[in-house]
């Protein structure tokens, strides 16, 4: 079977650095910051390069969105926990990052049947009258895919490139399987 080419679309990551920061304190001394209690708990912290956003919590977590690979995420967590740091050099310097969800697209380059896929292919949830999509939950690897009539896909849940690539690939095996595509 030939390679499915896999796009990541998003990556999202988080992080603690182990302590409780001040986020008044944190939107003053940090450019391109939305925050905004009574709208949401943490703060945004825009960033241009790499294009991504960090959600900040006064719990000292980090969320963060928008990344187009692992290294971007891991560099964006870093570089926000840099600047952080400039206001409380107590930060730690050493703490985890971890890949919470990456958002995946595909083209199994066929039209697919959503109606007849529904019929043959086991965990699968369909209807068209609330989403186009067919959703379609592997096990393993432990993703969850869109598939729509065009042929194309969205991959979501994946912890890495290799799962997504992974599960497009076995849902294409077990398509052709089924003679659906």
Known sequence: MTDVDIKIENIVASASIGKDIVLTEVAKALEGVDFNREQFPGLVFKLQD???AALIFSSG????TGAKSIDDSKLA???????MRTIDTEIPHEF???IQNIVASANLQSTLNLEAVALELENTEYEPEQFPGLVYRLSDPKVVLLLFGSGKVVCTGAKTKQDARLGVENAKARLSELDLI
């Open 61 to 64: 977590k980090l969320v963060c």
């Open 50 to 52: 790499p294009k991504t």
């Open 96 to 98: 985890d990052i971890k």
């Open 77 to 83: 967590i870093k570089k926000t926990v840099d600047l």
